[in-house]
Antibody, heavy 118, light 107 residues
Framework: EVQLVESGGGLVQPGGSLRLSCAAS????????MHWVRQATGKGLEWVSA???????YYAGSVKGRFTISRESANNSLYLQMNSLTSEDTAVYYC????????????WGQGTMVTVSS | DIQMTQSPSSVSASVGDRVTITCRAS??????LAWYQQKPGRAPKLLIY???NLLRGVPSRFSGSGSGTDFTLTINSLQPEDFATYYC?????????FGGGTKVYIK
């Protein structure tokens, strides 16, 4: 069964850091572009970051310079290092695979909640 | 950034109805558009990619059309499991962007 499982979410104070992980089973993450998408409670979807098969990275303007996406082939996992967090970063974070011929997301994880609050 | 505008923001419909949702891009995106369905507390699910390609396993009552700036998602013969929120997403350039969503309610 193809599955993505996020972890690492939680409560963090403003200005703090958090590292999210996305573990894959049934699929090899390094073969496709991978993304992070977030959703604040009751709001729409917001694309956050992407990493291509060649290691090229892309970020939304709202997180550029604060978030870093990475991938580790050895354990088939995707990561999102989040620094200088603010309340605006509070959301459910999903990892997603762009497995088709376009940057559309055919496989999603279940999401991990990040809450930035004092 | 490319802005994606969906309409309507919500629609009430009955089982068996046809529902049409539109998505407009602020600039031409070719056919690089995807549609997703999301139910409360769940991750989104891809329905359609490159504007009109139905993902394997998605019921054929879902269809997508359009190119350039104007796109449509049509649900024929709405089923009880189709009541959800639907999002479009442009896949042509970074930053990738989503429409604001259309919630399909039970009438």
């Amino acid at each position: 069964e193809v599955q993505l499982v996020e972890s690492g979410g939680g409560l963090v104070q403003p200005g703090g850091s958090l590292r999210l992980s996305c573990a894959a089973s049934g699929v090899t993450l390094s073969r496709k572009d991978m993304h992070w998408v977030r959703q604040a409670t009751g709001k729409g979807l917001e694309w956050v970051s992407a990493i291509g098969t060649a290691g090229d990275t892309y970020y939304a303007g709202s997180v550029k310079g604060r978030f870093t996406i990475s991938r580790e082939s050895a354990n088939n996992s995707l990561y999102l290092q989040m620094n200088s967090l603010t309340s605006e970063d509070t959301a459910v974070y999903y990892c997603a695979r762009a497995g088709l011929s376009s940057d559309s997301f055919d496989i999603w994880g279940q999401g991990t909640m990040v809450t930035v609050s004092s | 950034d490319i802005q994606m505008t969906q309409s309507p923001s919500s629609v009430s419909a009955s089982v068996g109805d046809r529902v049409t949702i539109t998505c407009r891009a602020s600039q031409g995106i070719g056919s690089w558009l995807a549609w997703y369905q999301q139910k409360p507390g769940r991750a989104p699910k891809l329905l359609i990619y490159t504007a009109s390609n139905l993902l394997r396993g998605v019921p054929s009552r879902f269809s997508g059309s359009g190119s350039g700036t104007d796109f449509t998602l049509t649900i024929n013969s709405l089923q009880p499991e189709d009541f959800a929120t639907y999002y479009c997403q442009q896949a042509t350039s970074f930053p990738l962007t989503f429409g604001g969503g259309t919630k399909v309610y039970i009438k």
